[in-house]
């Protein structure tokens, strides 16, 4: 089967693609580089010892998107291709609005157009809001707090729509708790613009050098320690998810949703202090007020992702610790040869 990777060459989309390929599918990867970089697919290949058809393409650009139809028999798309910023979002909702739903409205047509009838796409944890209690049930309310959130409730919605006007459809919802993690060869892992906004990438940051210390947002809340709760998980456990999802939509459920997380929370000196113990290196850190938006505590019920695809997240905090660290200690720069130091390290 050939499967069509839109943003394959990120984060989540690089670390799947290679499952997918292991699983014996073919992958084709469209990704516009926005955020992500070539030597990503040099390195999936390398991993894998496979052939990936990469075309360097904006996925806005519904024109330049149907080549990739006309010149493959796409059989299912997975669709990663999203901007992610939560801040950012605030600062340029339009931007957002535009890219994750044009974007994703493009590709919906095309599958249309060439009979593509599997679509998995990438949502979030962030679409329950401000949980009352955890763990999260795949029913709990949603809604949102800032324009990226409600990209992907706006996209879960209009599915909801689309499926129910069209029964041949089939969708996998997957909501996404906090991936953390990197390959185990160290040749791929997370690599964000500028200063990270999330806490692993933070903390390897801090670990290697270029950034002076962590601030941890926040030590009163109505938690185990008083640092915020999450529900981390190693990014391959959230990469076989999705080759259990396509194996799903292969018996054409129509709509799922499923929680991809492990049912664990963390907080944030928890966190730390694994990273601590799987690299050898101290993180300094200071308290510092809470962030504006943030929740106490949000952690998934995985149990549906289990029960109806047979899923279960395997690697513990430990091994996501660990993998973290492997990436960014051989490849401190990330993707770039260029030295980069992010702030001045005193
Ligand atoms: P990422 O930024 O590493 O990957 C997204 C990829 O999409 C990038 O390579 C980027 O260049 C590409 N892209 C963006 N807009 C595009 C466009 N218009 N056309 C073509 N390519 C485009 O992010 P990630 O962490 O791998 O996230 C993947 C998906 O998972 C996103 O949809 C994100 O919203 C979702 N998600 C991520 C997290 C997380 O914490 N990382 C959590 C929940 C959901
Ligand atoms: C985790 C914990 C912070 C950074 C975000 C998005 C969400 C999803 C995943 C895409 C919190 C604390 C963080 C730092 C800190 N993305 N923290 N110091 O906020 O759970 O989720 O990424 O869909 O939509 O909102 O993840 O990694 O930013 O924060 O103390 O420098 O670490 O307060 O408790 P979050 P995060």
């Given at each position: 089967?050939?499967?069509?990777?839109?943003?394959?060459?990120?984060?989540?989309?690089?670390?799947?693609?290679i499952e997918l390929i292991n699983a014996g599918y073919e992958v084709i990867i469209v990704d516009n580089l926005c955020n992500s970089n070539f030597i990503v697919v040099d390195r999936?290949?390398?991993?894998?010892?496979?052939?990936?058809?990469?075309?360097?393409?904006?996925?806005?650009?519904?024109?330049?998107?149907k080549k990739v139809f006309v010149e493959n028999k796409i059989d299912a798309v997975i669709h990663f291709a999203a901007l992610k910023a939560v801040g950012e979002s605030v600062e340029k909702p339009l931007e957002y609005y535009s890219n994750n739903l044009i974007n994703t409205i493009n590709i919906w047509e095309l599958m249309k157009e060439f009979n593509v009838d599997k679509f998995v796409f990438s949502s979030s944890a962030t679409v329950y809001g401000s949980p009352k209690t955890c763990p999260i049930k795949e029913d709990f309310p949603l809604s949102?707090?800032?324009p990226y959130g409600s990209t992907k409730l706006m996209i879960e919605n209009m599915l909801r729509d689309i499926c129910k006007a069209d029964k041949d459809f089939n969708v996998a919802i997957l909501r996404y708790f906090n991936p953390i993690g990197a390959h185990d060869s160290?040749?791929?892992?997370?690599?964000?613009?500028?200063?990270?906004?999330?806490?692993?990438?933070?903390?390897?940051?801090?670990?290697?050098?270029?950034?002076?210390?962590?601030?941890?947002?926040?030590?009163?809340y109505d938690t185990?320690?008083?640092?915020?709760?999450?529900?981390?998980?190693?990014?391959?456990?959230?990469?076989?998810?999705?080759?259990?999802?396509?194996?799903k939509l292969n018996q054409k459920p129509?709509?799922?949703?499923?929680?991809?997380?492990t049912g664990t929370g963390y907080s944030v000196l928890d966190l730390v202090k694994s990273f601590e113990k799987a690299s050898g290196v101290k993180i300094?850190?200071?308290?510092?007020?809470?962030?504006?938006?943030?929740?106490?505590?949000?952690?998934?019920?995985?149990?549906k992702a289990k029960e109806e695809l047979g899923?279960?997240?395997?690697?513990?905090?430990?091994?996501?610790?660990?993998?973290?660290?492997?990436w960014q200690s051989k490849n401190p720069n990330g993707y770039n040869s260029e030295e980069k130091i992010l702030e001045t390290v005193k």
């Open positions: 089967m050939n499967i069509l990777v839109t943003g394959g060459a990120g984060y989540i989309g690089s670390h799947t693609s999936i290949q390398e991993i894998t010892g496979k052939k990936v058809k990469f075309y360097k393409i904006d996925a806005t650009n519904k024109e330049e998107l949102t707090t800032n160290g040749k791929i892992g997370e690599e964000p613009n500028g200063i990270p906004n999330n806490l692993m990438p933070y903390i390897t940051k801090v670990a290697v050098g270029k950034l002076k210390e962590l601030s941890v947002f926040g030590n009163d185990h320690d008083g640092t915020g709760v999450r529900d981390y998980i190693h990014v391959v456990d959230l990469a076989i998810g999705h080759v259990k999802a396509l194996e129509g709509l799922v949703t499923y929680n991809l997380g300094p850190y200071k308290i510092v007020d809470r962030r504006a938006g943030d929740i106490a505590m949000c952690y998934a019920d995985p149990s899923w279960v997240a395997k690697y513990d905090i430990d091994k996501m610790c660990k993998d973290s660290w492997n």
